[in-house]
Structure formats: C-alpha cells, structure tokens
C-alpha cells in the first residue's frame, strides 16, 4: 500500500528535486532537501545501499594515510564530519580504537608519530581520546597471537566504524520523516529533453515492470559506481569516463581469531606498503581486509578471486604467532567498489584521490561523484548550495519562507521534529492548513495523525490525538462526515465501514456526554 501510495505521488507531482541513486550520498541529499522544505524523490534501481555504501570497509574516518599525500583540507572535513555523525548517529557510528605496530626503524617510529600527531590536531575538539604510544611488552600482553620478533613497538589512535546500510537506510527513512519519497527497484531507463533542460524522466518499476513518467525542477545524479552508465543514458554519444573504480575485497570471520575491542593494523606480505586491518564488526565477527585494485568489469555482480582472499590471508598469516588461518575460517565474502574520480595523473588505485566533484550536466542535471562515506553530509549541502546557487529552486526563497513558518505555527504543540512532518504535509496545499470552524486544529494535522501516530478511527483522532471530542458540546454531523471522509480515502474504508465507524463513534462520544 506504501509503496502504491508513493509510486501515485511520483508520477502525479511536480517535484523541486528527483535524486538518482539510492547510496549514503544520495540519501545524504535526499535529507539536506527535504530539511530545506524541497518536494523531494529519490529513487534506485536496486535496493537502497546496494552498491557502495554497503559493501565499504565499515569505516568512519579521516583517512590517516591521506596525510601522506598532504590532502590536509580533505582529511580536515572528514576529521569533522566524523565527530558530528558520532554525535548524530551514536547508535550506528562508534568509536574504534586501532593499534598499528611498528616494525621497520626508529625513524618510522618517529613519522608516524608525527603523523598522528598531526592527525589529533586536525581533529580539534573531539569526544575521543588522542593517540598514544604502546611499548613493546604491553603489545605482548594485549595481542598475544602477534608476531613480535621484528616489532619495534607501536601507537594506539582512534577513529570510527559503522554499518554502513542500515546507516544510508536510517538517512533515508529520516528523509520521508520530512515529507520526501523514496522508492527502491525504481529504474531510470529514459532522460526526456527540452532544449537544454530535462523536462522528465521515464522510470520502470521492477516490481510491477510498468513504465512512470516523472517530472522535476532539478535532477541529480548520485550514482556513485554506475556515473558513467548514467551518464551514456543521459547522452548515448558520451565516451568519456569519469570514473576509475577501484576494487576492495573483505572477508568475514569469527571474532575468535582477533582482538574483540581494537582494531588490528598489519603490513601485507607482499612487500606493496599497504596496510590490512582486522576489525571487530558486530557481536561476534570480523571484518578482514582490503584489496585496493582497478575494476573495470561489471558493477552488478562483483567476484571475489581466490588470489585475493590469498594475498589477506597469506599477510594476516605472516603476522600470527602460532595459528594459521585457512580458507576453512572464513564464514562469508564480500566485494565492494570505490567510486574514485579518473585520474590520469595517477595509475594506482591507492594513490588517487578520494575527493568529490560536482558538474552540472546541462540547466537542470546536477552530477557529483567520489567522496568517502565519512564525508556524505557536507557532500550533500554542496549538492544542495550548488542548486540554490542557481537559483532554479525557491528562487525569492518562498518556499523555505512557507515551511519555516508552517514549522512555527504548529511546533508549541507538537515539538520541531513532528512540526516539521506536519509543515510537509501542508505546505502545498494551503487549503488543508486553515483551522476547522469550531475547533482549532487543520487537515494537515489530522493527515499526520494518520499518517505518523497510528490513528486508526475517528475516536483515535478526536478524543486521543486531539481534545475535540471533549470541546464538541453538540453531535457536529457536518464536522464528523468531513473527518471520516478524510479517514476513508487514507484508510481504503468502503461506504459501509465509514457509516459503521461514524455509529461507533457516536456511541463513545455520548457515554462521555451524559451521566447518571
């Protein structure tokens, strides 16, 4: 019935923005749109974080390595935005403390000292500890399935993890909170053009296979891994490639194998100068990897190569003190994609860069690709400055002037988060915002009743919800009919189950107006 009820308001309404790709950082857009007062879709053509965002390496970050390259403003931002989602997300976003050891020299000791030192400053003021120091003999105690024989000592510094899905899929639900749509299996599979603009797109519903047209001031690609199949869509003439993924491979095992409360750092085998980690995930299982290689094969269905699980386990392998992990010890796999940004400058996948870009692509389709999941928050509010910059959404700032308004009027009685639902559903349809004759509440906030708080029948709103039923001196025909109306189209009510429901509430209405 939800899904029916979104799919009629996509092809029925002119929306400010529809957001192409259903990942952390379209969900990040979705949720800076709908907080702006912008009517707002996002749809995808799989799931909701399908792709990316749910096969990352589970990291909230600032990206420590990133240093090594002096992208000291990327690293900077995503220090920021990791301590604003720890405190916004405290349930999904947690704190990790990671250990790296130290094997080469003195003076490897000495840099990545400084390094983290570095690391702390730029985070500011944090909630978390800054790093520290580990002697050699207290590794020994803490991780005694370690190799120490070459170890010179090590440092302990933190950063965050997460579960990456149900975080894009909480971002998304806070999104419909406000009054946007959202709708998965929801595939765009024609632009349709007017001069420079897009005046609609055409969608296939994979559930129902049927074909939607739907229609929006602004467009925006957020499709991470498949930009560049967007992009032919969109111009089937577009050879160029603006992506250059990269493939991370991660294995799945038993907690038992590793630490329970740190995540481990541990050099490959391979001599490349790469680091793995080992980090706990969940009540009892671990994440191991990554790979870091270029893709260039299919973003549907991704392979995971015994030569890969090899290169992790034969570089877990060589740091383990007695047991030996086998293939036998792995409980699941997963591949993922890194939506890196072409690069000619750099062949390697771990030398490019993991900042972002935005392109508008004609008057009205805004592209941005890249980023890190860490950073999705402050990619979406220069997503969204990016459009008010040219003024195509709210362009005398109507628009947010109505919702903040509607936010005002109604937030003494129900607090900002449910104001703001009710603002959404008002805001455009001025008629449902004036307060009945007699009583002093809207039809917006009989819809959210419905809608939000479960109201299932007239008693429900008018004596539960409201005080109506209490101010209500005289059986109101007139009132109760337009109520139960409302009711009946939200509910699917037949005539009989309206007559049914306005006996119903009649008979409680008059126990409370009568006394013996």
Not at 30 to 39: D, N, Q
Not at 178 to 184: H, K, M, S
Not at 289 to 311: A, F, R
Request: some cysteine.
């Amino acid at each position: 019935m939800k899904r029916a009820y979104n799919i009629q308001r996509a092809t029925s309404e002119l929306f400010d923005v529809v957001v192409i790709g259903g990942g952390i950082t379209g969900a990040g857009i979705a949720l800076t749109a709908a907080k702006k007062g912008w009517k707002t879709l996002i749809i995808d053509k799989h799931d909701f974080s399908f792709g990316t965002s749910s096969r990352s390496a589970k990291m909230i970050h600032g990206g420590l390595r990133y240093l090594q390259h002096l992208q000291i403003k990327l690293v900077k931002e995503a220090l920021h935005e990791r301590e604003h989602l720890l405190k916004e997300y405290p349930h999904l976003v947690k704190p990790q403390p990671f250990f790296m050891p130290i094997y080469k020299s003195r003076l490897s000791k000495i840099k990545l000292g400084i390094g983290l030192s570095g690391y702390d400053y730029l985070t500011g003021e944090s909630s978390m500890p800054k790093h520290s120091e580990i002697e050699l003999e207290e590794i020994k105690e803490k991780f005694p399935q370690l190799k120490t024989d070459s170890m010179l000592g090590g440092f302990v510094y933190y950063d965050a993890k997460t579960n990456d899905a149900r975080l894009t899929n909480e971002v998304i639900q806070e999104a419909t909170d406000l009054g946007a749509v959202a709708i998965n299996y929801f595939e765009l599979i024609e632009f349709k053009k007017n001069e420079n603009s897009i005046s609609s797109i055409i969608c296939k519903d994979k559930i129902s296979n049927f074909t939607q047209q739907i229609k929006s001031k602004v467009f925006i690609s957020a499709t991470g891994i498949w930009t560049d199949d967007l992009m032919h869509t969109f111009n089937p003439n577009e050879n160029k490639k603006f992506m250059q993924p990269s493939k991370g491979i991660h294995l799945i095992m038993s907690a038992e194998h590793f630490p329970k409360d740190c995540v481990l750092l541990l050099p490959t085998s391979n001599g490349d100068g790469r680091m793995l980690w080992c980090m706990p995930w969940d009540d009892n299982l671990n994440i191991v990897g990554t790979t870091d290689t270029d893709y260039t094969e299919s973003n549907e269905e991704i392979p995971v190569l015994e030569n890969e699980v090899n290169y992790i386990l034969n570089s877990v392998n060589a740091q383990l003190k007695e047991k030996q992990l086998t293939h036998q010890d792995i409980l699941s796999v997963f591949a993922g994609i890194r939506p890196l940004l072409n690069d000619a400058e750099n062949k390697k996948s771990k030398d490019r860069s993991r900042d972002y870009q935005l392109w508008w692509n004609n008057d009205n389709m805004l592209t941005i690709s890249g980023g890190k999941l860490t950073s999705f928050l402050s990619m979406a509010e220069k997503a969204v400055e990016t459009i008010e910059e040219k003024h195509i959404i709210a362009a005398n700032g109507n628009n947010e002037i109505k919702i903040n308004t509607l936010i005002d009027r109604f937030k003494h009685r129900y607090g900002i988060k449910n104001a703001t639902l009710i603002a959404n559903i008002a805001r455009d349809n001025e008629n449902i915002t004036h307060n009945f004759e007699k009583y002093p509440y809207c039809m917006a906030e009989i819809l959210f009743f419905i809608q939000h708080q479960h109201a299932q029948k007239l008693d429900d709103i008018l004596t539960r919800r409201t005080l109506i039923t209490y101010q209500m001196k005289q059986y109101d025909y007139q009132f109760i009919d337009e109520i139960c109306k409302l009711l009946a189209i939200e509910l699917n009510w037949s005539e009989h189950q309206k007559d049914e429901e306005k006996n119903a509430y009649y008979s409680s209405w008059s126990s409370m107006h009568t006394w013996k």
